[in-house]
């Protein structure tokens, strides 16, 4: 740890024992935080519990010159080997769901996606059942656009609100201006952060709803590689093929450097057999892009995001 990073330690700490909503971890395994359980130790691993707490992490980094990663759940990004250095913070305990009389859901950007959805179903509202099964969190579902069987973020959102960490200063982003494509958002090309995520769902009768959600998780678990660790699939949709179809076409299929394994399952999938270092995943996903290319003549771009 630097001397920069232990400082801010010491600040962070007083303020948490004078009664700040903050948890403060040193030297803590991003293995321990990330889908894939892999990663190294981030300096520190923060998690304020509320806007205040957030706003003085930030301002706090800031002045000791500590450079800090914003996480969700941690279900689509793959920590370096050799950790972070600097602060991870982490908006899991930032998670309130507050369901309007109008439609409107609301929630905190560190809300789980499959809570949103559970809330809106209890509610009897319908559109987000698509989301059901998504591993992330609210936050990571608008930056990333998050979809699935058909539906996507972009399709339910009315708005979100946002904290500029250069100003401290809070924002509103209407749909049209979060620029959304494919996996993409003007969030992922900025360093604001997602606050809360307003979405804008519709009157259903709660039965269908629920069959839906449930329907969706069965796919899931039979589609999917569930049962080991994960980030989800680790490449884009390239227009007009199905990358699980290439890799596997291409005898991929169970194919393994060091712990890290292109998944049985499900071909698009690299799974955590165990032991998976991120120069493991590195060297399986440099090997599948250059057969996926030989064979194809595709260029595959990766999805899961690699945090040094
Ligand atoms: C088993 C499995 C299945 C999956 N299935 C799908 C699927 O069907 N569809 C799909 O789209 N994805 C899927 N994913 C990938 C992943 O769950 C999504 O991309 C999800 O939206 C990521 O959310 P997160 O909170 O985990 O984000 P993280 O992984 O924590 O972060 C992702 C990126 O968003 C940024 N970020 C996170 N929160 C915020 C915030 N509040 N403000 C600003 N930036 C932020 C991070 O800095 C990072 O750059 C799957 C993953 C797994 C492991």
Do not use: W
């Amino acid at each position: 740890m630097t001397d920069t990073v232990r400082a801010l330690a010491g600040d962070l700490n007083a303020y948490a024992a004078e009664g700040g909503c903050l948890t403060v971890l040193v030297d803590e395994p991003m293995s321990r935080h990330t889908s894939f359980h892999i990663g190294g130790p981030a300096g520190l691993y923060l998690v304020p519990g509320c806007r205040d707490a957030l706003v003085r992490v930030l301002t706090a980094a800031r002045e000791r010159g500590v450079r800090t990663y914003l996480l969700g759940n941690g279900t689509n990004v793959l920590f370096d080997d050799a950790g972070y250095d600097g602060a991870v913070v982490s908006l899991t305990g930032m998670d309130h769901i507050a369901v309007g009389e109008d439609g409107l859901v609301t929630a905190e950007a560190g809300a789980s996606l499959s809570s949103v959805c559970k809330a809106a179903r209890d509610a009897g509202l319908t559109g987000l059942e698509f989301a059901f099964g998504i591993p992330g969190s609210a936050g990571g579902a608008v930056v990333m656009n998050a979809g699935a069987y058909g539906g996507e973020t972009a399709q339910v959102l009315e708005a979100s609100e946002y904290l500029d960490p250069r100003t401290m200063e809070a924002g509103r982003l209407s749909l049209e201006e979060h620029s959304y494509g494919y996996r993409d958002s003007v969030y992922r090309h900025t360093d604001r952060i997602v606050l809360s995520a307003s979405f804008r769902l519709k009157p259903g009768s709660r039965e269908d709803i629920a069959a839906a959600m449930s329907d969706y998780a069965s796919r899931r678990v039979s589609k999917q590689p569930l049962e080991y660790p994960s980030a989800g699939s680790v490449f884009k949709r390239p227009a007009g093929r199905f990358v699980g179809q290439m890799v596997e076409e291409s005898g991929l299929k169970g194919y393994r450097i060091g712990g890290a394994e292109v998944s049985e399952k499900h071909a698009g999938f690299i799974v955590n057999r165990g032991g998976a270092t991120c120069r493991d995943v590195l060297a399986l996903v440099e090997h599948i892009r250059e057969t996926v290319r030989k064979n194809y003549g595709v260029e595959l771009e990766c999805e899961i995001i690699h945090v040094t």
